[in-house]
Nanobody
């Protein structure tokens, strides 16, 4: 079992940047990939980005590619999502996810965090 805890959400203005983080409490050897999904009010949850724990591979949703960057710190068991040029359409609850394997473009993680809210004002 892997527990995931997100942090760093908040209210920001459009055009600015924000970093959200997620730490896992499991054994590093048990985590093959970590990533992010988001769910906007009234919409289905959607994939944002995923990174292999070794860092060799990553994949982004088309809507965030070029604006968001996913990275990880193995020693800190943490994955980050750096979000730049934020738009009101990026407003959502952002969920951290983890799995034993990396897959792209379709990734179905088994572990989920509780979510952190990101609100972008216009």
């Amino acid at each position: 079992q892997v527990q995931l805890v997100e942090s760093g959400g908040g209210l920001v203005q459009a055009g600015t940047s924000l970093r959200i983080s997620c730490v896992h409490d499991g054994r590093t050897s048990g985590v093959g990939a970590m990533g992010w999904f988001r769910q906007a009010p009234g919409k289905a949850r959607e994939f944002v980005a995923v990174i292999s724990w070794r860092g060799y591979s990553s994949h982004y949703a088309a809507s965030v590619r070029g604006r968001f960057t996913i990275s990880r710190d193995i020693a800190k068991k943490t994955v980050y999502l750096d979000m730049r040029h934020l738009e009101p359409e990026d407003t959502a609850d952002y969920y951290c996810a983890a799995d034993t394997t990396y897959a792209a473009p379709a990734w179905s993680p088994q572990y989920w965090g509780q979510g952190t809210q990101v609100t972008v004002s216009s």
